[in-house]
Nanobody, 123 residues
Framework: VQLVESGGGLVQPGDSLRLSCTAS????????TAWFRQAPGNEREIVAA????????YYADSVKDRFTVTRDNAKNTVYLQMNNLKPEDTGVYYC?????????????????WGQGTQVTVSS
C-alpha cells in the first residue's frame, strides 16, 4: 500500500491550497481517510477525516469553515481544500488511511501513511 501526497507549498496568509493524496494497492472504498499535520516541536494532530463513501466527516475546530475534505473513490484520491490559510496552519501534512468505517482521530488508529507534504504560510 502506498499513499502519495502532493500540493503543498509556500503561500501567504489568506491564500488557498489544495492537497491531494492518491492511494495504490488499497481498497479505497473500505477505508477511512484523514489528514494530519505536524508543526516543529508539536505532536501530530488530526485536521480532517472522511469515512468511506458516506458524508460522515470530521474537522478539527481550528480548521472548521476553512478546510474541506473530499474523496473521489473512483480515483482512490482524497483532497484537502484549505482556504484562508493562517501562519498557524504551517506544518507537514500527512495523509493516512485506516481499515475501519468510523471517524478516527488519533495517529495510532491509522495503519497507512503518506510521506508528508510541507505547507508554509508566511508573509
Amino acid at each position: 500500500v502506498q499513499l502519495v501526497e502532493s500540493g503543498g507549498g509556500l503561500v501567504q496568509p489568506g491564500d488557498s491550497l489544495r492537497l491531494s493524496c492518491t492511494a495504490s494497492d488499497l481498497n479505497f472504498i473500505s477505508v477511512t481517510t484523514a489528514w494530519f499535520r505536524q508543526a516543529p516541536g508539536n505532536e501530530r494532530e488530526i485536521v480532517a477525516a472522511a469515512v468511506r463513501t458516506s458524508s460522515n466527516k470530521y474537522y478539527a475546530d481550528s480548521v472548521k469553515d476553512r478546510f474541506t475534505v473530499t474523496r473521489d473513490n473512483a480515483k482512490n484520491t482524497v483532497y484537502l481544500q484549505m482556504n484562508n490559510l493562517k501562519p498557524e496552519d504551517t506544518g507537514v501534512y500527512y495523509c493516512a488511511a485506516a481499515l475501519r468505517g468510523i471517524v478516527l482521530r488519533t495517529p495510532q488508529d491509522y495503519r497507512y501513511w503518506g510521506q508528508g507534504t510541507q505547507v508554509t504560510v508566511s508573509s
